[in-house]
């Protein structure tokens, strides 16, 4: 396996993680994702993080509801699943929700 990470990060407008959860745990199945372990905790007063570790590699979330908007991060070494993921995810999240979007690969 070449030594290559193909991450893409968004900033979206949804902070509510009883939809943010189940969303992108159904959009990593879709792409075909093995979903290895899933962390998530809930702040006081507001703010919910999470992260699924995956067999190929993580996606985290963390939100900002006194900004009205959250971070997603993917982070993956296989090419064809991070593509499937990018492919699928405005069946997922409407494209007005996605506030920033940004892709870049890093090999050594």
Not at 14 to 34: H, M, V
Not at 37 to 42: I, K, L, Q, R
Not at 86 to 105: G, N, W
Request: aromatic share 12%.
């Amino acid at each position: 396996m070449k030594a290559v990470i193909y991450n893409h990060h968004w900033w979206i407008s949804e902070t509510t993680p009883t939809t943010l959860q189940p969303l992108f745990e159904k959009l990593l199945l879709a792409a075909d994702f093995q979903v290895l372990n899933h962390m998530e905790h809930h702040f006081e007063p507001q703010g919910y993080t999470c992260i699924w570790l995956l067999a190929e590699s993580h996606l985290a979330i963390h939100t900002f509801p006194e900004e009205q908007k959250s971070y997603v991060e993917l982070s993956s070494c296989d090419w064809g699943k991070y593509e499937q993921f990018l492919t699928l995810l405005p069946q997922y999240l409407p494209r007005a929700a996605i506030l920033v979007s940004q892709s870049m690969s890093e090999k050594s």
